[in-house]
């Protein structure tokens, strides 16, 4: 088979390890998982790699260099920032984004997204690094784009017309799409699934939260084309909404 090399490069929690595992399989490319790719000491020739990294210099000329193909992957921020919140309570090497350049504090993990500690983080610094790293992929006229809200509303058809790009005559051989499905990924250790389901941020942010993290993050939210539209939701019952998805 000839040499095939993909990098999946997004923010966290937009489905890159859904769209690496059924990519791979559909594809039959060996799977990596890193957070820095300078960890990447040989890669073989059929390869998907999957990382949450900068824009930068060093890493284009090393895809470059190795000829990697790219997709990146967007997601509405807000939903990116609860998805988080929820993982970070699951996964200690969340500590290890962008090599600790996401800045997650220890005390945000069990908080819920009604709190002023969920609301600093997502107007942080720390919170800009995570969220841009998706922004800045998005500028690369090379890349492959994806929507995560497209995958869940079309996965088979997505995913596959994504496999395709690589290699026209890909087929599901090996039924990827319906093995990898959400509840794969809940029962994962980590609880790497969670609700698959896009707009949740509506249940569990208020409205005058939303529009502060929005204003924070602006540029960022125009130009990946997500909006916050005027909603109702009381604190109580976003607290409350959150109380009832996060039980174990």
Sequence with gaps: MKRLRVAVISTPRCGNTWVRSVLGD???LQQFAVHDYRELQSVPDRAIVQL????EPGFQRFLRDHGFRTIVL??????VLVSILNFIRFEPLTARWLEGNAEIPPNLAGQPPTSEAFLQYAMSWGAENVLSISYQWWHDPGALKLRY???VERPRETLLNVARQFDPAAED?????DRFNLAFFQNLPNKHGWQ???GLWR?????TDARKIYRRHRRLFDVMHYSVPPYWLTRAR???RWQELSDP
Excluded: C
């Excluded at 051989?173 to 799409?177: H, K, P, S, T």
């Design 196 to 198: 698959g389901r896009p």
């Design 52 to 55: 949450h990294w900068y824009r």
């Design 238 to 240: 976003a607290l409350r």
């Design 149 to 151: 809200e497209q995958l």
């Design 173 to 177: 051989e090996n039924g990827a799409v």
């Design 203 to 207: 249940e569990l942010i208020v409205y």
């Design 74 to 79: 967007a997601r509405h921020p807000l939903d």
């Design 26 to 28: 559909i594809l039959k």
